[in-house]
C-alpha cells in the first residue's frame, strides 16, 4: 500500500471535486497515471480527541489493506472520517468502505 504523504498531493486530490460518502466516511478520488493506487487517510477535524483520529484511520488502514487487491488500479484515494465513525466499529467502517468503493465502481471483484 503506497501512502499518499504531501499536502501538495491531498489538495490536487480534494480540488478534482470527484467524492463520495455515507455515515461514517468520505471518499476523495482522482485518477493517476502511476499504474497503482495511493491511499491518504484523515479524520474530521470535529472529532476532538486525537486518539478516536489516531484510532479510524488505523481501522481504515487495516481495511485498505486486506481488500486492496479487489480495486481497479491508477488511482488516488482518500479517505476522511466522518464524527459519526467515533462510535462505529471495525465491521461497520468495513462495510462503508464497501459501499462507497463499489458506489463509485473501483471494485474489481475477486
Do not use: P, Q
Not at 42 to 62: D, F, H, M, Q, Y
Not at 64 to 88: G, P, Q
Amino acid at each position: 500500500m503506497i501512502i499518499i504523504k504531501n499536502n501538495k498531493e491531498y489538495k490536487s486530490v480534494y480540488d478534482c471535486k470527484n467524492s463520495i460518502s455515507d455515515y461514517n466516511l468520505v471518499l476523495f478520488i482522482k485518477k493517476n497515471n502511476y499504474g497503482y493506487n495511493r491511499f491518504g487517510f484523515t479524520a474530521a477535524k470535529k472529532i476532538k480527541k486525537a486518539v478516536s483520529r489516531n484510532i479510524i484511520r488505523r481501522r481504515l488502514k487495516e481495511i485498505v489493506r486486506l481488500n486492496e487487491y479487489n480495486l481497479k488500479e491508477s488511482y488516488d484515494l482518500i479517505f476522511m472520517a466522518k464524527v459519526n465513525a467515533t462510535e462505529s466499529d471495525y465491521k461497520s467502517l468495513e462495510k462503508s468502505y464497501m459501499k462507497l468503493i463499489k458506489r463509485k465502481n473501483l471494485y474489481k471483484g475477486d
